[in-house]
């Protein structure tokens, strides 16, 4: 039994048997316990305790070696331990906060538990994967679970149109991904990443092999929702519900990133355009767009989804230089995913409070209504903006401080344009919330308590703050992560 | 003994009490706050008068040092010292906050224990500037301000508030951003070790360089002082800010840009400066005769006041920059100018505090701040007319108040470089007492014309002694300026002689 316990492979599979018990339970659970106070909220409780206990079986497995299973199939290495627990540990707080915006907008909550857990069970096969075959694995089993999320209520017209573009995209970006996968299969005669790395470090790479590579991360960063791939972005954010734009926008966009960095410390020369990297440019595209057109949105959610392709603009630019670059693109990643879980998950308790936010102008007077979660609101939009003594600050700094070391100053110049461009809409909610008076007198009554997911929101606004303050211990565990990837 | 913690207890006591004051604030017990605060400002007081007591002025390099790594990946230090500047600053600065909370104590209003504790923040992040020598953590002070400012002027503030936190926002963020990259080229050096301060101005850069470091910090640290052309936002900000946060705004927040530029622009870039320095003398000249001229046009007071602020403060930069423009040989003219740009700037604080302090007083009992609806206040409400008056004549720059002597100095040494420059930057005189005693005539002379002013609504007790503490400093600036030139002067004089000297 222990030996089953220190063998890293059940973790994915104790995942994976929990999900379809899960399942089962929900589909055989007698109907007069479903319609019970604890009834319902048994498959969230259930499913809060899978990802506890394996949160701290993964913990307990410190420390991390590399190693690797199923004849390099499965890989175990400080990157996939570090990022599996964060992974983890974000989908806790997606799943938290996400269970009152279910209820409220009477949408089947366990369908959504159910959906979200075989979601996370193909990130974890894809943070994983030493092989070409398992990395098309895991992205299909993230993926399709996401499509249906989109549609999660059937009668809607909006959502079923975005998750039909969601799905006839990603389909296209995985056919890109097997075309890719097949010239690199063709060159180096293997499926391992690991027989692929030496291939593509050489600088005389041949020339379908470049392609190949190329074809793999445009795949990648249309899963990320990176420019110019990024045209199902706001219409998924906008249309889905609040409680699965929680779960798309955070923890896909890190799994994404975890495999990138795998595929992209084999592969610096060969995505290279005359001496840069050609990730430059798709992050400077990113910035820019995404700053820009979040400015005119009037939409929060579509705001908030033009900001993270501004956001993932910054992390594929860290991407394009390799070893520093490597820690700063996770810490930033790590510093994002926080920031708009905590943004997204004050939006779905504001539904549990009666305010179905669409519009930004919704949001006016907030601070005097809800100040709590005006408060927690206000801490995420200083943290994106890039206002110290918040941890999205420190992200920034990383990055300008990179490209600095790297003498690429005029690329430094724009990140900072974009940033004082993004900074404008960031206030521009923040003025919204407190400094307008609502028009409409009569806003829902409420009387203010303490909910557990509010808690958990302050908490994390807290770690926002203490991180912000004291990162060190986060840069640590970003240098431990990809310690294993750096180029010698 | 303890000399190793009072910088940093200053800080955490503010910060500290700022956050207890927001959790514990409420309104249906006003005493929590106001107790806590009261607290907080004794204990900044005595801290403030331990630093003033151990501080020597004749030592060189910075006093109360203390360097803990902060960010050990990327070679950040929390370090804070104290030098003649920094110290007059922080002093400054905790004299004014304490004024500002007895101002809110006898506020009502549901919000009054959030206001406290956003004042308290901006207090805790004015003394990390002023105190910082580490350049990322004086970095994150100046940027941490910005949120409380534009929350206290947006939530607190009168009609246009949040369009002028916008401009506020959005200018002094942009600016702030090129900073950022300067002080993160300088500090990745191969020559610099990390990002202390002082170990930058030894530095060695070529021109280029020094080009690219100067406009950098330039244009972050004159949009905050503010230097016309990049004012606009400051008329916007002082009138539509509550009282309390117009007199921080005027009185500290300005100092940040004019102290930056003495840190962290002259000494690391002096080739550079000393190239610029005409522009920026006539700009600095412009800045007076322009603000003067707007002021004059006013009808609105703290929008009046508000343009005396710029016109002031483009005395200041002209003191600055006129170091590079005096004739080699008599140094003391140079080392003149600057003494007078910094009492310039601490004297127009406690001015320009006492000025909003009172328009605060008038607005809050009449409600409008258009200088035709008052007449005749001197019968009404007489202390708050002899205060204003003494304040009023600070501002004109009369012997014997605390603005005379900055204005004297630098106005002596303009007319030693350029007789014509001297004649325009003492314009300033003329203009000041223009629209000063244009402001104090309509307001407190003649006849009690209008209904709403005769009900001669006492002053609160607070009010007063905020008022008498106010004068009874400006005038002590004015007759015994000594004590506070003989903090700033060898401090001062380092700085000069490191802007002077040529690095390429």
Redesign the interface.
Known sequence: MSQLFTFPPTIPLFLLTMTISILLTDLFLPKHIHKSYWGKRFIYLLSILTLLFMETWIALLYPYTTQQFFTGHFIWDPLTAWLSLVLIGISLLVFIYAYDDLTNRSLIVNDYYLLTLFSLLGMLVLISAGSLLIVYLGLELMSLPLYALVSLERRSNVQTEAAMKYIIMGVVASALLLYGFSFSYGISQSLMLDQLSPLLADTTTPLLLKIASLLILVAFLFKLGVAPFHFWVPDVYQSAATAVTLWIATVPKLAGLGILLRIMALNTHALTISGSSILLVFGIISLVIGNLIALVQTELKRLLAYSSIGHLGFIVLSLALPNTGYKVAIFYGISYGLMITMVLGALAQLTKRGLDIRFINELRGL?NQHPSLAGII?VGM?AM?G???FLG??AK??I??LL??AKL?SV??IV??A??VG??YY??I??IM???TPEKASLPSYTPHYSFPLIILLFNAIALVGFGVF??IL??YC?RMVESLLLS | MFNNYLLTSLIGLSLISSLLIYLIGSEQAPWRARGLALLSMIGSFIIGLLLLVGFNPNQPGFQFQENYLWIKAWNIYYAVGVDGISLSLIILTLFIMSLVVLSIWPMQSPHAAQYLSTCLLIQAFLIGSFAATDAIFFYVCWEAILIPVILSIGIWGSQERAYAALKLFMYTFVGSMFMLLVLLYLGNLKESADFTIHHWYPLKLNWLEQLFVFSGFFIAFAIKVPLWPLHTWLPHAHTEAPTESSMILAALMLKLGSYGLLRFCLPIAPDVARWFAPIICIIGLIAIIYGGLVALAQQDMKRLIAYSSIAHMGLTILGIFLVFLVPYASSEVARVSLQGAFFQMIAHAITSAGLFFTVGILYQRFHTRTISHYQGLAHTMPLLASCFMIFALSNLGLPGTGGFVGEFFVIMSTVQVNIWMGLLAAMTVLLSASYTLYLYGRLFWGEVAYPQNTPSISLKGTEKIILILLAVSSLSLGILPMPLLNEIKPTLDNLLQLSLQTKL
């Open positions: 601070g206000l200083s903006a206002i110290p003594p600050f420190l700094l990383g300008l401080q600095i070391i100053y430094a110049c900072v344009m940033s004082a900074a404008y206030f521009n923040i003025k407190y400094f307008e990162p060190d840069i640590h240098e």
